[in-house]
C-alpha cells in the first residue's frame, strides 16, 4: 500500500491537572490514506477532540503532547528520540511553530469544530471571517478572496450568499454556521479534514444535508477525512475505515463493513446495539451499561472490564493492546480484546467477573503490558 | 440604517430622564432648608416688606408647579436662571466653568484607556507572571485610594518636593497664546499639557484601575474562546489573534463600564477640581452649596446630569456600533 497520508504512532497526550494526570489519548495508532474518510468513534470524553487538536500539535495547557510520532507525508509533525542525557527531547525534523502554523494549519490539515454556536467571532462578518482564512492559506489577494468566499458559501448551501457574506454569525442558524465552518475547511484546499462531531449540534434533517454535502464535495475534491463523532450511523453512512476509541485508546481498526458485520470488540457490540436502527424497535436498545470511566484514573487490565459483559478474571489483569486479530482482503482488523486466540492469555479458562455493582472510577493499580 | 435610528430612538428615551432629573432638583433645591433671601440680605435687618418684593421680583410668591414651569419654559430656550450671590446668569456661568470640567474628565479618560488597556492585555497573556502581579498590585491600590488623596500626593511630590509640574490651574488652549503671554502655539500646547497632568492622573487612577482589571478578565476569557482556537486551528500567527481576533470582542465591556464610571468620574472631578484650583463645573458647585445659591445649584446639576446622561448614550450608541449582536428594536 501507498505510503498513507497521515501516520499517528503510539500517540500519547495528557493534562497535568492539580488532580492528577489524564491521559485523555493513551498511545493510539492509526493512518490515514489519500482520498479516505477515517471513522474516529467512541463515547464523550474518549479522547477524541484532544486526539485531533494533538494532530494540530494546538494541545492546551495544561495538556501536552507525551509521546509517540505523528508523519504527515513524510513530515515530523510530531517526533522524541532520546537526547545524549537519556532525556527525551524533540527530534530536529519535526516542524517548528512556525512551520505548522504557516504550511500545516488551514492548508495542509483543516479542523471542523464541532460547537457551531460558539466557534465563530461573533463581532465580525461571516464572510470576512472566511476570506481571512482563505487569503492566509492559498495566498490570494483580498478581491480574489472575497470571490472564494462568496463561491464556497454557495457551494455548502447557503442561500444569497453574496448578501449573507456581509452578515454576522448571530445572524445565522445553527446548521448554517456548521456549513459555514465546513466551508471554511474546503475553502482552504487541505489535503486532510478533521470533522470533529460537526453535525452532533444539529437536528436529524440538517445532518443528513451536511452528510451528503461533506460526501459530494469528498468526491469532487478527493479530499481525505478523520470524521470524530459518537453516532455508528454517521459512521456506517460515510466512512471507509474506522477506529473506536475508548478511555484515551483504540480498542478495535477495520474496515467500516467489517467492523459491523464480524465485530471483534465488545465495546464495539455494545456501541452497536445501542444505536437506533430501523429493524428494532425503541425497547430493543441496549444502553452500555454503566458510565466510562474517568481517564485521571482508568480501571486496571481492559479499561473495559468493568462494563463488558464478557469480561473474565484474566481481564482485569491483563491490558490488551490493539493487536490483529483477523484480516478481510488483506487489510488488519485489530481489536484490543483478550478473547482472540492471539492473546493467548488464558482466557478461556479464567472465570468470569461477577457482575460488580458499577463503578465509575476504576481500581487504582498497574497496568501490565 | 439601523444604527441612525438606535440612536434616534436612544435620544428619545433620553428626555423622560431630563425631565426627571430638573423634577427632581427642583423639588430637593426649593424644599431645602434656609431661606434665600434673608441669606441674600445677609441678615441685614430689614422689614417684611422688602422681602415680599424680592420675593415677587423672583416670583418665590408663586405656588411651586408654577414656578417649576416657569423654569422650564426659560430653560428651554437655554435660560437657567440667575445667580443672586454672583449677579450674573446662571447659564453664562456655566458655560465659562464646563471647559475646565470636560477638558479634565475626558483626558482623564484618556489616560485611563491608554494605560488600562495595554496593561490588561499584559496581565492577560502573562498570567500569574511577574507583570500580572505588578498589574495587580497597581489596581488594587487605584480602586482602593480616594482620588483626592492621590492629587494631594502628586502635588507633594511633583509640584513641591520636585517643582517639576505646576500645582494649581489648568491652561485653556481654546484662550490662545497671547493670553498667557506664551511665544505660540507649541508652548501653548506644552503648557496645556504640563498643567493637566497631575489632576488627569489623579481622576484617572481610578478608572485605570477598574479597567485595567475589567480589560485582563475579559482577554482571558476572549482567548479562550473557541474562536480563538479556530483562528489558531488555521495558521493565523498569535500576534494577529491577539490585536484582532480576541482584543475586538473583549472590547465590549469596557465600553459599558467607561459609561457606567461617568458618573463616578464627574463626582470626582468636584473633588480634584478643589485640590488643584481649578475654576471648573465642580468647584461652582461646591461654591453653590455652601452660599445656598439655589438657581446655580440648579443649573449645574442639571447640566451635570445632561452630561452623565448624553455620555450613556454615547456609550450605548457605540456599543450598539461594536457589537453586531445588539438589535435595535426591530431590524429591518
Ligand atoms: N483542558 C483540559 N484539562 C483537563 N482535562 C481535559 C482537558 N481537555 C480534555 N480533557 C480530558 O481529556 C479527556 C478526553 O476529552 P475529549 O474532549 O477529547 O473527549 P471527546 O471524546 O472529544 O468527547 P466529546 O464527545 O464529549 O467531545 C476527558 O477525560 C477530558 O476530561
Ligand atoms: S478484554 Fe475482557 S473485558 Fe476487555 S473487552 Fe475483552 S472480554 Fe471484555
Ligand atoms: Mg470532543
New interface residues.
Partial sequence: MAEPLLRVDNLKTQFFTDAGTVRAVDGISFEVHEGEIVGLVGESGAGKSVAS?SL?R?V?SPGEIVGGEITYRGETIFGLEEGPDGELRERDDMLSNEEM??R????EI??I?Q?PM????????VGGQLR??IE??RGLGEDEAREESVEMLREVGIPDPAERYHE?P?QFSGGMRQRV?IA?ALA?EPNLIIADEPTTALDVTVEGQILELVDDLQAKYGTSFIWVTHDMGVVAEICDRVNVMYLGEIIEQAPVDELFHDTKHPYTTALLNSMPRPDRTVEELEPIRGVMPEAINPPSGCRFHPRCPDAREVCKRVHPGNEVVDRADGTPHRAACVKHDVFDVGYDESVPLEEEPQVTAGTPGGEDR | MGLLRYTIVRLIQAIPVLIGITVITFILANVAPGDPVRLMLQGQEVDQELIDRIERQYGLDRPLHERYVAYMTNLLQGDLGYSIHRDRPVTELIIQRSGPTLMLVLSAYAFALATAIPLGILAATRRNEPADHVSRIVALVGVSTPSFWIGIMLILIFAIQLGVLPSSGLVYPWWGPEHYGYSGYVELLFQTIRHLLLPMIALGTLQMATLMRVERTQMIESLQGEYVKLARAYGVPERTILRKHAFQVAQLPIITIVGLNLSTALGGAVLIEYVFNINGLGRLLLEAIIGLDYQLIMGITVVIGTMFVVGVIITDISYAYVDPRVTYGDRD
Wanted: glycine content about 4%; aromatic content about 12%.
Fill in positions: 487538536m494540530l494546538l492546551e502554523r504557516d500545516i494549519r488551514g492548508n483543516a479542523v469544530f460547537d460558539e466557534s465563530l467571532n461573533p463581532v465580525f462578518t481571512e482564512f492566509l492559506n454576522y448571530h465552518l471554511m482552504c
